[in-house]
């Protein structure tokens, strides 16, 4: 298994995608979903409700999202997020209450960062399994929320062991006269034309400042990451640490930060669920949303790009399933059977013959069951981010590209 | 040799004991951060416990066992089972399902439902060894996503199988018939009892020890997990041996909520116990994949959770503390061993060194990379 | 033979003077009392055996590791070096054995990395990389990802690190290891371009022939320590080899032929695919081993010589062709019923795939014959019969080692290799496969391994030996092969041949058009 001295015939691939590209998938999702709304008659797909609630439920996920994203590019595995976000809820909760909104921001910023800090203790210096690692602050961020509260909120007005009072909001955004003139075209139902404007109506109407500090994040942390010193040198350490340090990149300072700024975006999807999603802490309010956010980083293939689709698919059909949407989910039925089949026959003429099977008998399955039920239960529509983690790791385990030296424990003086 | 047992004995405790005084440290500083008494809270804790605590924390303790033990097999594999909440959960509904409809008399019914939990716990952790073995995909990341699947499931399933006690919000499965129940063992002069399930477990643990040590299976398995590429050369079939591993915890975590199902709650509901796999984890890295290590390790976190109850009550302090405790021996126990395998390791080398004739060049190691 | 002086080309300091550098490990002296002087413009060589400290005393040059004793001079002036970092400063660069680069970053991101103050990272460092890429003809474009580079193609984004950040001493560790001959040709022109530019090199290898033909000066280092600077022009490569190992070389014989008609061991048409899509790893090998013969396999490494030992192994999946062991087709069967069978085998990388490093001795032996008495029977372990084995396996291959129950990590290379050795015979093997079997160990464990694998042949094995060592292969072998990308191309009696008729086959000299870049 000694690296064979033949050089590899260069694989064409395709890198780098325009801005076009993206914006051709986002007109082409419209027009899809527009389709789908006409074929099957379930109205709420794309409402400007829907489209609010899709932003404030895919924000949390992406910025969770981001975290694993900031620590695995660094090489260090990350499954501590959803502990990283309680603590991010509770920092909310008691600095917002006491000191401010922002001070809330600031607050769950702080404590995932605390979170981030036992994270890159123990594995950076430590040099603690990843995993373990993740496990235990876990394990500890719930009990010490838990600990925490009881110690802090009970007696306090509309507090209690299990939540905290109000916090009070942050300033949003409304563009009034954008969101009530187009609020006659949206409702008109024209093809395509009221989808649109039920996007820009929800990009109007009662943003909140901190979603849009959300999505400017992803967008900062691309910048960061990929075209800056910095990000260059932090990414090394992801894909071959014993490279970095031999070029001198101070490997574990690195590795250390990314896991503080992970913490520190982690903690910022938990005070943005207490904050903007709700208006206070509560026991349990992230419901494994760590967890999706892991599965959107890995669905996105590392990237950010990728991890805000994503977290944007997976805030949608978490939506759908909240907004009673039973009727909703299962219109998407239709749609996941009609791309299944459409992959099929894009992967029949590559003569991939056996994926081009899988697919179609897919599509065919995913097909009946639309035809023989009428509405998906909420049950399955939670279910829905991991089981397309699974699918995707299963079925294109090949094309991912998780940072080569991800998980990897790495100690200073292996150069060499 | 005796005085090198000796010397092995004292540096294989001396790693949890480090670990344990670590984690009291570091509870007890948090504790003053906050405010809280810290002398009360643990003369709290480590006040004796009365006859009805000690059967509860053997209760506590075959639970956790058992989730230990599921964890510790994928560990000796160099797999990571963090799906033992989800599989032991799925596993449960459905031994529960199937004790409740009763088609079989008495323990035959019991039997049953123990052999279906193990099949269901170890069919819904082959799903993740069966992407590992054949699509390279973590198993880590599979069973997470594995574990909401079957939180999902079993809450869709659970409202078509259920029945709704009168005068009750939560919904569970039918009861088991109290001839199918396994009846607990008279603790303590009588006056209380611990589930019957003890002596499974204890059978586990033994079983566990003797396949991982003494058979040939056990030594293929332990051999893959310290090197996969020597075990390819020695002719281990790796797949397989990850597929067989994954079933055998999966089987495993099958057991972990059938000493509450069978011998407390009778049936499984919506407020069925969960969270244990993940004690389970910090539980076997505490044990070191050791039967008795876990055993220890158990009776430790069944210990800290039964003592940690009258903290509200007496001391007024959040008795979710110990979670703390807990969470924290998790990292200082990793950290500890390592310490102790690094001194370890270097006895071990200057003791070859001592023996051979001439000094040689040892092995290199991570450090000494030539 | 002449020892020489510093040749004095100016009064000017050395490029680099090491003085008295040691560097002990736990238990092991590394470096010690290392002195080299390495004038400017010159190509140094240091050679040296296997674990010597030649690695080491780079690392310590370049800053990865702090010497414990001694000075480090530049260009006269004394400096401490406590990082990569600091060496780049003083104006040392490192192309390392294993190539450090990342692969699924851009030629240029490798390159810019830690020196992004230079020229930034985006086009002006661009334009930098092309322009020294075109002055040194080095041919690299800045936008490929490493990945899809090849062997050559990656040492020469190495190379080109180094010079972007300015370096005046380039060292280069073990650099013709994983090249093929043009390649070498090709490496050593760059080299030569580097020295006529004023630029010091340091060239370390074990290939003395390779050394002889490139280097202005050659320092030979021995258990840790310098033992002299010399002359190319003044000795031979046998020279060289002696003063490397310190005495006479140890020169394996055999004795009279044992070869018998008997086949053992017989493979047809062996073709393993590239799961990359490329040329076939193993392509269409067919040869016998009759009983009481060794075949030795000759080539540069990475020419299919572990895929070709991996598959008849069982160890690869896809290979096609037949492998028939003492007329029972073992085609189809898995590595355990191989084993079964009557192979024992002795891995290339004994750390990977021979050995349970954490585990005790006596578990050891019994990896590999997990389905054979004495150590297991009915499927349980019998502790007892293992260890009473292994401690047989010791008293009679001589590992030197308390006892059974130490971990295989504790011991010396030497010993580990002959613990698997004995555990590889007791078996009861047909045939013996053994990869580079004397790789790393001491010149004592050396003869005691040429020494087994000598009985094998005598009691009627069939012996498969694969080895980069030309000597070893000629003095063990009764057949060596020639084996050149995955293909047998040359069959030579080792009692007629030479290293260099070998040299030239295993190069396919004369015979094939040169292999290039990036085709299949």
Known sequence: MSAPAVARTPAPRVRRRSPYTYLAVVVGLLVAVSLLEVVTGADDLTSSGTISATLVATVPIALAALGGLWSE???????????????????????????????????????????????????????????????????????????????????????????SPTIPSLPSLTIAPVSDGLQGLEQRNVFVISEVAAVVRALTTNLSALTVIGLLLVLVTYLVLWKTTFGLRLRSCGESPVTAESLGVAVLRYKFVAVLISGAMAGLAGGFLAMVASSNYRDGQTGGRGYIGLAAMIFGNWRPGGMLAGSGLFGYTQTLGLRSGRDSVHALLLAVAVLALAVAVLQLRRRHVRAAIGFAVAGVVVGAVYFAIDEVADDFTRMTPYVITLLVLGLFSQRLRMPAADGESYRKGSAG | ????????????????????????????????????????????????????????????????YLSGLAVAVGFRMNLFNIGV???????????????????????????????????????????????????????????????????????????????????????????????????????????????????????????????LNRTRFGFDLRATGQSTTAAVASGINVRRMIVIAMLISGAAAGLVGLPILFGDAYSYGSTFQSGLGFSGIAIALLGRNHPVGIGLGALLFAYLNEQSNPLQILVGVSPEIVAITQGVIVLTVVVSYEVVRRYRRRLEQQAVAAATDRPERPAPTEEVAT | MASVETPSRSDAPPAVRLRGIGKRFPGVIANDDINIDVARGTIHAIVGENGAGKSTLMKILYGVQPPDSGTIEIDGAAVTLGSPADAIKAGVGMVFQHFMLADNLTVAENVVLGAERLHGIGAAAREEITRISGSYGLGVDPDRLVEDLGVGARQRVEILKVLYRGARIVILDEPTAVLVPQEVDELFDNLRELKAEGLSVIFISHKLDEVLSVADEITVVRRGTTVTTVDPAGVTARQLAELMVGSELPSPSTESSTVTDEVLLSVRDLTLPDPAGGRPLVDGVSFDIHRGEVLGIAGVEGNGQAELVETIMGMRDGATGTVELAGTDLSGRSTGQRREAGIGYIPEDRHRHGLLLDSSLWENR???????????????????????????????????????????????????????????????????????????????????????????????????????????????????????????????DPSEVTPEDLGSAMTGAGSDAPREEGSP
């Open chain 1, 73 to 163: 590019r660094a090489g260090i595995v990350n499954i501590g997020l959803e502990g990283m976000m309680i603590l991010g809820t509770y920092g909310a909760g008691f600095f917002g209450y006491h000191y401010g909104a922002w001070a809330g921001v600031l607050g769950a910023i702080l404590l995932g960062m605390v979170g981030g800090l036992i994270h890159a203790v123990a594995t950076v210096i430590f040099d603690v399994d990843h995993i373990v690692s993740g496990v235990a602050i876990n394990i500890i961020a719930l009990g010490a929320t838990q600990y925490l509260a009881s110690r802090t909120f009970v007696g306090l007005p509309g507090g209690g062991s299990t939540q």
């Open chain 2, 1 to 64: 040799m005796s005085g090198g047992r000796v010397r092995r004995l004292l540096l294989g405790a001396a790693a949890p004991v480090l670990a344990l005084v670590a984690a009291i440290l570091i509870t007890s500083l948090v504790l003053l951060v906050a405010g809280d008494p810290v002398l009360d809270t643990w003369s709290t804790i480590l006040s004796a416990p009365r006859e009805r605590n000690v059967a509860n924390i053997i209760n506590n303790a075959t639970v956790l």
């Open chain 2, 85 to 211: 909440d989800g599989q032991y959960r799925i596993a449960a509904f459905a031994a529960a399902v199937v004790a409740g409809e009763a088609w079989l008399p008495g323990y035959l019914n019991t039997v049953l439902a123990i052999v279906v939990a193990m099949a269901v716990g170890a069919a819904w952790a082959g799903i993740a060894g069966l992407l590992r073995a054949t699509r390279g995909v973590s198993e880590v990341i599979s069973t997470i996503m594995l574990n909401f699947i079957s939180t999902s499931l079993v809450a869709f399933l659970l409202r078509k199988a259920a029945v709704r006690a009168p005068g009750s919000n939560s919904i569970n499965t039918k009861e088991i018939p109290e001839g199918s129940r396994i009846p607990g063992i008279p603790f303590g002069g009588g006056v209380v009892e611990i589930y019957g399930f003890v002596v499974l477990a204890v059978l586990s643990g033994l079983a566990y020890w003797f396949v």
């Open chain 3, 366 to 492: 019994v990896l590999g014959h997990q389905t054979r008495r004495p150590s297991v029977s009915h499927g349980l372990v019998d502790r007892a019969a293992a260890r009473a084995d292994t401690q047989r396996i010791i008293e009679a291959y001589d590992v030197r080692t308390p006892g059974p129950e130490v971990p295989a990590r504790a011991l010396s290379g030497g010993n580990q290799q002959k613990l698997i050795v004995g555990r590889e015979m007791s078996g009861d093997p047909v045939l013996l496969i053994a990869a580079h079997p004397t790789r790393g160990v001491d010149v004592g464990a050396q003869a005691a391994i040429w020494d087994h694998v000598k009985n094998a042949r005598r009691n009627g094995l069939a012996v498969l030996l694969i080895s980069a060592d030309l000597d070893e292969l000629i003095g063990l072998s009764d057949r060596i092969e020639v084996i050149l990308r995955g293909g047998l191309v040359g069959r030579f």
